[in-house]
């Protein structure tokens, strides 16, 4: 049995080492869900965030990395389980000369630009805090972005608070973290990431959740996550929100 999963240069989800291997808490994640219901052949894709959606929905793949679950993306594909819970933060240049710790800070400062990555989640999470689109600048690679803070041509980029620890620890010097504070958007629970399939793909969503529902919270998958970063803080919500 094979499976194709799709993914994106994110660390620590996913990126593509040196060797030219596809690594990541989440593709370590699929990797033991689907080793267990069976699958003998696991491929990886690379691709970019928005062709993740259409291309599973296409049938290019069998599923996707896991992604922020939202109603509107629900209506495109089928939802795994929740599989983490993680909150947004930004990646700064060192000493955070804006002091920028919120998308409502960010708002108040009219003279801040905002980088998102076209399609993701933040893009209506900086909107709904107050942030105005002449603020916000999309690009289609996390590289870029990246790039753009060095450069001072943005002045944040918003993604997973998690997920920019790791960057600006990799980075080191030139950039720094900053998590939101929890419940910025109201919510009591950080917004939940899950795989995602095409609809008609039944028998492998079915299966997948299945061994989901016996793995997740386990010792060996809060070990396998340990190793990329991803503590309690991002596991334990996913299961009870």
Same mark, same amino acid.
């Given at each position: 049995? &094979?499976?194709?999963?799709?993914?994106?240069?994110?660390?620590?989800?996913?990126?593509?080492?040196?060797?030219?291997?596809?690594?990541?808490?989440?593709?370590?994640?699929?990797?033991?869900?689907?080793?267990?219901?069976?699958?003998?052949?696991?491929?990886?894709?690379?691709?970019?965030?928005?062709?993740?959606?259409?291309?599973?929905?296409?049938?290019?793949?069998?599923?996707?990395?896991?992604?922020?679950?939202?109603?509107?993306?629900?209506?495109?594909?089928?939802?795994?389980?929740?599989?983490?819970?993680?909150?947004?933060?930004?990646?700064?240049?060192?000493?955070?000369? &804006?002091?920028?710790?919120?998308?409502?800070?960010?708002?108040?400062?009219?003279?801040?630009?905002?980088?998102?990555?076209?399609?993701?989640?933040?893009?209506?999470?900086?909107?709904?805090?107050?942030?105005?689109?002449?603020?916000?600048?999309?690009?289609?690679?996390?590289?870029?972005?990246?790039?753009?803070?060095?450069?001072?041509?943005?002045?944040?980029?918003?993604?997973?608070?998690?997920?920019?620890?790791?960057?600006?620890?990799?980075?080191?010097?030139?950039?720094?973290?900053?998590?939101?504070?929890?419940?910025?958007?109201?919510?009591?629970?950080?917004?939940?990431?899950?795989?995602?399939?095409? &609809?008609?793909?039944?028998?492998?969503?079915?299966?997948?959740?299945?061994?989901?529902?016996?793995?997740?919270?386990?010792?060996?998958?809060?070990?396998?996550?340990? &190793?990329?970063?991803?503590?309690?803080?991002?596991?334990?919500?996913?299961?009870?929100?």
């Amino acid at each position: 049995m &094979k499976v194709t999963i799709a993914y994106i240069e994110e660390p620590p989800f996913g990126w593509t080492d040196s060797d030219g291997a596809a690594i990541g808490a989440d593709l370590d994640l699929a990797d033991a869900v689907l080793r267990a219901i069976g699958v003998t052949q696991i491929e990886h894709h690379l691709t970019t965030f928005s062709e993740l959606l259409p291309g599973v929905g296409a049938g290019r793949w069998d599923m996707n990395v896991p992604l922020f679950v939202t109603p509107e993306r629900a209506n495109l594909v089928a939802f795994s389980l929740p599989v983490w819970a993680i909150g947004d933060g930004f990646l700064i240049r060192t000493g955070n000369p &804006k002091a920028l710790n919120s998308y409502a800070s960010l708002a108040a400062r009219r003279d801040a630009r905002l980088g998102i990555i076209a399609g993701q989640v933040q893009h209506e999470s900086a909107r709904a805090a107050g942030v105005s689109e002449d603020q916000i600048v999309s690009f289609e690679q996390q590289a870029d972005a990246i790039e753009a803070v060095r450069s001072g041509a943005i002045d944040a980029y918003a993604s997973t608070a998690v997920g920019n620890r790791i960057l600006a620890d990799r980075i080191g010097g030139s950039v720094e973290a900053v998590d939101h504070e929890p419940g910025e958007d109201g919510s009591q629970c950080p917004p939940i990431g899950a795989f995602s399939f095409n &609809k008609s793909n039944g028998d492998l969503i079915n299966a997948v959740n299945q061994q989901l529902r016996l793995y997740l919270g386990s010792p060996d998958h809060r070990a396998r996550m340990a &190793k990329f970063g991803l503590t309690h803080k991002e596991i334990d919500p996913a299961l009870v929100c």
